[in-house]
């Protein structure tokens, strides 16, 4: 850590926290830099377009791919913008002294100092996408042999292959060995899946523009990530909106739950399904500024706050601060396409169950531990008639109960208390039978204790 950091007598500390890397011994350190990035004016480069820069690979014999160790460790930091990164720790105020990671133009100027560095081997020999390069290899497999056992196209990478590790090497850099993969063939055979695939892209291509590519030319226009999470999976819309403010849709992309992901609590399925999908679009996202869109305000304040290192969610957050994105609150009625997304099918929710021949004696035990159906029946018909009070005790008994309620749209709710969501009351026997044994023992319910039900009743 003394590496990246030194002692400051700046004006600004901004929140920070740490979790384990995958090795579970070291820890990656984090700084949240979005009050930086909200004051910072943009480098209007950018990382090359992934399409093209992969592309550019394709039928190669050979290649050679490596990542760089520690590659934002590697940057100085200009003394003047130093401050600005301030954190407060046990040994007082500190301040980075390395390019930060999540800051608005950190993916600008090390992909500027990449191609500085790689500049007589690009776009002939290599390419480089940040920490990430690639060598390239002969497009043909020549049949030359150079020396016994060895043909000449890969005596040639070989030798590009040095080149580049000597310039790496007088730049300072260094490359993680578990990460690269060197010499690298591989024979790309055209089977029946690839004839399916590439009948069904002609078809695509020949239909009407149902999504359209980004367009990163205008800042005033960012991507815009609308996210929903159900108890079952995640699904999100990546849009943009065109010249005249009209969206027009970039990707749709979903997400199934697994059985311990289904375990979430409903405030972490909302936070993670923001982390998963913003990893699935990382392509399109990263190095650019956008928007998320979601209706969840819990995924806000557990941004701005996290526990402690070993908590997953500290994870999904440190792998979000790496990009450069704005949460935008919306209404549940304008997320449906995402919400949509997040479900089953109807026919896949479809289902039909044995009834148990002990249901009689599971709803008594529900009826005993549960409000009689005639007390909250009552409470109905206070709500509906206004009775009078006036000198009957058990009227003013049932208008005092029944001021802890509400009616809307015909069901009955119980009032919250401050800053919570008002719950819904199950007013006869057979309806919290029937949600208790779907939540408890139902699809995806997986039969736990009194605490985990209720809890899932609650997210309800």
Not at 256 to 279: C, D, Q, W
Not at 341 to 369: D, H, P, Q, W
Not at 383 to 392: A, V
Request: glycine share 8%; net charge positive.
């Amino acid at each position: 850590m003394s590496e990246i950091l030194e002692l400051s007598n700046g004006s600004y500390a901004n929140r920070w926290f740490c979790f384990k890397k995958k090795d579970g011994v070291n820890l990656r350190f984090i700084q949240d830099v979005r009050p930086a990035n909200a004051v910072t004016v943009r480098n209007a480069g950018d990382p090359p377009k992934v399409d093209a820069f992969s592309e550019d690979f394709s039928g190669r014999q050979i290649y050679t791919a490596f990542d760089l160790l520690l590659g934002y460790n590697q940057i100085p930091l200009s003394e003047e913008s130093r401050d600005i990164f301030g954190i407060l720790t046990p040994y007082g105020l500190l301040r980075m002294d390395r390019l930060p990671m999540g800051w608005s133009n950190s993916v600008q100027i090390f992909q500027r100092l990449m191609y500085k560095i790689f500049m007589r081997y690009i776009p002939d020999k290599m390419g480089i996408f940040l920490d990430d390069g690639c060598i390239k290899g002969s497009t043909t497999e020549e049949s030359e042999i150079f020396i016994p056992g060895v043909r000449k196209f890969v005596h040639d990478h070989v030798k590009d292959v040095i080149s580049v590790l000597h310039t790496m090497r007088e730049a300072g850099l260094t490359v993680s060995g578990k990460k690269c993969h060197f010499g690298v063939s591989r024979e790309f055979i055209w089977g029946e899946g690839q004839n399916i695939a590439f009948h069904k892209l002609k078809e695509l291509l020949n239909g009407g523009k149902v999504i359209l590519p980004p367009d990163y030319s205008d800042p005033k226009r960012p991507l815009i990530l609308t996210v929903d999470a159900s108890s079952v999976g995640a699904g999100e819309v990546l849009q943009q909106c065109d010249s005249g403010g009209n969206r027009y849709v970039i990707r749709y992309e979903s997400y199934t739950f697994n059985e311990r992901e289904r375990r979430y609590a409903h405030i972490k399925r909302e936070l993670y399904s923001v982390k998963i999908m913003v990893k699935k679009l990382r392509i399109y996202l990263y190095g650019v500024k956008f928007n998320i869109e979601t209706e969840a305000k819990s995924v806000l304040r557990m941004l701005n706050k996290v526990d402690l290192p070993s908590d997953v969610a500290a994870r999904w957050v440190a792998y979000l601060q790496m990009f450069d994105f704005e949460m935008v609150h919306i209404k549940g009625t304008d997320n449906l396409p995402a919400d949509s997304l997040s479900r089953f099918s109807t026919e896949e929710m479809c289902e039909v169950y044995t009834i148990s021949g002990n249901m009689g004696k599971e709803r008594g035990a529900v009826s005993n531990l549960s409000k009689s159906e005639k007390e909250v029946a009552d409470i109905r018909r206070v709500l509906e008639e206004f009775l009078p009070s006036g000198r009957n005790e058990k009227n003013r008994e049932l208008i005092g109960k029944s001021s802890n309620y509400f009616i809307r749209d015909g069901l009955l709710y119980r009032r919250p208390s401050v800053g919570h969501m008002p719950m819904r009351v199950l007013e006869n026997c057979d309806s919290r039978y029937r949600v208790l044994h779907e939540v408890h023992g139902g699809f995806g319910g997986g039969h736990k204790g009194r605490e985990s039900t209720l809890a899932k009743l609650k997210d309800r």
